[in-house]
């Protein structure tokens, strides 16, 4: 009877334990202009899959927060939203907001954090994980319901990786590959905000200025349809006159090849593959891009791949749906005339 009740109290006690490291989940949400950055939502739907508590953080000058807080108080599900203001987190400097996180996951008893895999989420989450004497756990697929197992591609996404953490790892860094996860509703959502104390961060960095690619057209992370180019394009130019007007026809983003990038024809911010940006859409065009290793990392989780490349043995054509060998300065034209054509 007493050895009965001891093993239960200890499983109870061990589930308590089990529950209490499960106590608290936070999601560092990306904003940019008083916007929510929608690749936060994919996070959040990382961070729920736990089954516990939810909360959010979001930090940044006055009136980022201010623009910010009344939108992500509406995402579903998150139990609350943190919040400091200071004018050293604007622009995300990681030097100043790494150390507002670490101060913040103790105090509030949280044991996993998570962000998307974006250029911010990359800056600052390994500095978090550095200064909590924890283990980075980058671009996750997947994970466990325990809380401790993790999913993740490796060597240009050709191996799958699946991590234990390790309990000597108290908290949990964690980035998350969006295109993995859907992306949290929004609109239900209550949460109350709370503010918590904003540490004086290091003040080794400043942020001097920025230089965006204004575009009309659906950001390249989360379109459905990518149109993309690659060195065959041979300028600037031409790349503008041949994938522009496909964009157009289809309302698809555009991206290029890092070659395509080097060579001046696109802007970095289109660059896909290993070294830019990750993208799962339902439809990718791949015109004069022969699929190289690190540009499929980029781009080969996409639902419908079509390739346009004169030469039969290009690698793009081993992961293309459907493969056209032809001449694209010829191919592709035609094909937004067909597409204009079936939509008239
Ligand atoms: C560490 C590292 C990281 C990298 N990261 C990336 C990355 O993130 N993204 C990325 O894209 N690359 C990356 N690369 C570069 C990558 O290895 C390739 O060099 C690059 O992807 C090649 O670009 P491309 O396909 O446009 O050019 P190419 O390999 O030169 O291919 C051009 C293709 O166009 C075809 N072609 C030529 N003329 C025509 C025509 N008129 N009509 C139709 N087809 C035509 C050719 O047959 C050829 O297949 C990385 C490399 C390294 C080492």
Redesign the pocket.
């Known amino acids: 009877m007493l050895v009965r009740a001891a093993l239960r109290t200890s499983r109870l006690s061990s589930l308590a334990t089990a529950q209490r490291r499960l106590a608290s989940s936070l999601v560092f949400l990306e904003h940019k202009n008083g916007k929510l950055n929608d690749s936060s939502l994919n996070a959040v739907t990382a961070a729920q899959s736990l089954g516990s508590d939810t909360a959010g953080i979001v930090v940044g000058s006055k009136s980022d927060v201010d623009g910010v807080l009344e939108e992500v108080k509406k995402i579903d599900g998150l139990t609350k939203i943190y919040t400091a203001a200071s004018d050293s987190y604007s622009h995300s400097l990681a030097e100043n907001v790494a150390p507002l996180l670490a101060s913040v996951l103790p105090a509030k008893n949280i044991s996993h954090i998570f962000a998307a895999h974006t250029a911010v989420g990359k800056n600052v989450f390994p500095r978090l994980a550095g200064l909590l004497d924890s283990s980075m756990i980058a671009d996750i697929v997947a994970l466990e319901s325990s809380g401790d197992v993790f999913t993740r591609p490796i060597y240009a996404g050709n191996a799958i990786l699946k991590i234990k953490s390790s309990p000597k790892d108290k908290f949990k860094i964690v980035t998350v590959r969006t295109t993995a996860f859907d992306k949290a509703k929004t609109g239900g959502g209550s949460a109350a905000v709370e503010e918590v104390e904003a540490t004086s961060g290091d003040a080794s960095t400043k942020y001097v200025s920025e230089e965006l690619t204004i575009s009309s057209r659906p950001d390249l992370s989360s379109a459905s349809r990518v149109v993309s180019g ?3 394009l041979k300028s600037q130019e031409n790349f503008n006159k041949i994938l522009d007007p496909l964009a157009d026809a289809l309302g698809a983003a555009v991206g290029a ?4 990038v080097d060579a001046g024809y696109a802007d970095n911010s289109l ?6 940006k990750v993208v799962a859409p339902e439809l990718y065009v791949a015109a ?3 699929g ?1 290793i ?2 499929l990392a ?1 781009m080969k989780e996409s639902k419908m791949i079509v390739a ?4 039969p043995d ?1 690698p793009i054509f081993q992961v293309a749906d459907v493969g056209l060998v032809a ?3 010829e191919a592709v034209p035609e094909l937004t005339k067909k597409v204009e054509g079936a939509k008239a």
Do not use: Y
């Not at 660059?271 to 830019?276: E, H, L, M, P, S």
């Open positions: 690659g060195r065959a090849s890092r070659a395509a660059q896909v593959g290993q070294t830019g004069g891009i022969s190289a690190q540009h980029g346009i490349n004169k030469d290009a001449d694209l300065f």
